[in-house]
Nanobody
Framework: QVQLVESGGGLVQAGDSLRLSCAAS????????MGWFRQAPGKEREFVAA????????YYADSVKGRFTISRDNAKNTVYLQMNSLKPEDTAVYYC?????????????WGQGTQVTVSS
């Protein structure tokens, strides 16, 4: 079993920065890709960013491209989401997730989420 624990959320003002962390644990942890998703009140969960664990290739939603950066520390089994120039519309619960294998392309494990609130 894999456990994902997010941290680093909080209340900030527009234009501020935050860094989210997602620590993975479990005796058999192995990941093909790690992703960040978010869900705002009344909205569906949406993709934010992802990174291939081995290759380091990263992917971003258009809404965060140029402002957010995803990275990982293989030795610590931790993935990060650096969020700069935050906007009120970035307010959401942020979840990290792990895709174990290339196929099927689905995220197998999810964290409990961390709240990010951006005030205007």
């Amino acid at each position: 079993q894999v456990q994902l624990v997010e941290s680093g959320g909080g209340l900030v003002q527009a234009g501020d920065s935050l860094r989210l962390s997602c620590a993975a644990s479990g005796r058999t942890f192995s990941s093909y890709k790690m992703g960040w998703f978010r869900q705002a009140p009344g909205k569906e969960r949406e993709f934010v960013a992802a990174i291939r664990w081995s290759a380091g290739t990263s992917y971003y939603a258009d809404s965060v491209k140029g402002r957010f950066t995803i990275s990982r520390d293989n030795a610590k089994n931790t993935v990060y989401l650096q969020m700069n120039s935050l906007k009120p519309e970035d307010t959401a619960v942020y979840y990290c997730a792990s895709q174990t294998l290339p196929l099927p392309p689905r995220y197998d494990y999810w964290g409990q989420g961390t709240q990010v609130t951006v005030s205007s």
